[in-house]
Each structure stands twice: as C-alpha cells, then as structure tokens.
C-alpha cells in the first residue's frame, strides 16, 4: 500500500504482544473506576493524553518507535495536534477526521484542508486482532483527494484492514473511514473482550494543522464537559 496514493499505511507489529496486554489492563482498570464516559456510539475518553491515570498509555506518545512511524510519514517538522481519543466498545459510521468545528478557528478558510500542504494524520493502535474478523478499521482508499460525502460511492472499495493487535496504522485525516458500524458490544459478545482503539494527531507545522488543533481542542473540551454531566 502506498500512504500518499491510498491514504492510510499499516505497520506492522510494532509493539509486543506483552505490551498490548498492558495497554488492555490500564484501560480496564480506568473505565472501571471511570463509568461516565458515555457519549454518542460508545464509551470514549478525548483529550486523554497528558492524564496522569493513564502514564503507561502516555509513554507511547515518547515512543522511538511512534516518532519513526510520525517523521516517516511526514517528514521532519510535525506538530502534535492535541487529537487524542481513546475508545471502548464504540460504533461509528463512515467519517473523515476532518474537524467540523474549523469554521470557528480565526483565520481559517473554508475548505483549505484540501490544499496540497495540507498534512494531518491520526496514529491508532488497536489493542486486539482483527486478522480473522471485521472489527478493525475501515478505509475507503484514496477517498482523502475526493471532496464530497464520506460515504462516496465512486471513491474506494470499503476495505477492512485486517489488522494484529501489535500493529499501528496511520491514517490521513481526510479520509473516509470508519470502525464497527453496528452494535457497539457486538466484538465482546463474540470475543469475550472489550474492544480498545487509541487515537494520537499529529502534522505538518503549518497554518492546516494548527487550525486542527484548535478545533480539536474545542472538541473535546466540550464532550469532557457533556462527560462531567453524566452523574
């Protein structure tokens, strides 16, 4: 696959099997003491990174190994974007990551995200496999040069990627995707485990990722808010 043609790249066992089980347990143990996070589709923590709770997830962001696979992907001079998700049991529909609340960020210009420098992209790591089965992600290929509908029936086959639980993808942040679009605890009903997704966003230094930022940053403090109210 290629990363700029396809829009989305698949590496391949990057951490260790003993590593993901660790990632497993810390989410397990917060959203068991943490039973609040429920918002549209699934239970989700945004903005989790920085949360001292979660110092063993936050190493990855440190990691030689994410750094590699970032400046690979981008080259030298990426910012991080403040985009962090972190996902239990959750279903979403086709989608791009592309911030709707951009038109609220000063000096933003409608539909500059398609511009050529536009370089913003989304690390994630599924803490399960999904070799065998159609829970992992999916991608509508080269759908991130195509303006329009995430849902564009001319653009892309839908393509799972049939991913190991050590793998980490990296995605273009405009292109159509989704994960299990379905019932939110369909994976643990058939595995018998919950279904985990980390998020991290990174870029380009430029005016484009900056402006993700700070829509992104808007995001989530407003669903951390809707959060809070769940009492």
């Not at 380009?204 to 951390?224: E, P």
Request: hydrophobic residues 30%; glycine residues 8%; aromatic residues 10%.
């Amino acid at each position: 696959m290629n990363f700029t043609e396809d829009g989305f790249s698949v590496f391949k066992n990057v951490f260790t099997e003993e590593e993901i089980e660790n990632f497993r347990s810390v989410c397990d143990h917060y959203f068991s003491q943490n039973t609040r996070h429920i918002i549209k589709g699934g239970t989700v923590y945004p903005g989790w990174c920085g949360d001292p709770s979660l110092s063993e997830i936050n190493k990855i962001t440190e990691d030689k190994r994410i750094l590699d696979i970032i400046t690979d992907t981008l080259s030298e001079g990426w910012i991080f974007t403040g985009h962090s998700d972190l996902h239990q049991n959750k279903s979403t529909g086709w989608h791009r990551d592309i911030e709707k609340g951009l038109k609220k960020v000063k000096g933003y210009k409608k539909g500059s995200e398609w511009s050529d420098d536009y370089s913003v992209i989304k690390v994630c790591i599924l803490l399960q496999d999904h070799s065998d089965n159609n829970f992992g992600l999916w991608m509508r290929p080269g759908s991130q040069k195509k303006m329009g509908s995430p849902k564009l029936r001319r653009v892309g086959k839908p393509t799972c990627l049939h991913s190991n639980a050590t793998d980490v993808i990296v995605f273009d942040q405009r292109i159509a995707h989704r994960g299990w679009d379905g019932n939110r605890m369909a994976y643990k009903n058939e595995f018998g485990r919950d279904r985990y997704l980390i998020t991290l966003g990174y870029g380009l230094d430029n005016k484009h990722s900056h402006h993700h930022r700070a829509a992104a940053t808007r995001r989530q403090r407003r669903q951390l808010e809707a959060i809070n109210k769940n009492v």
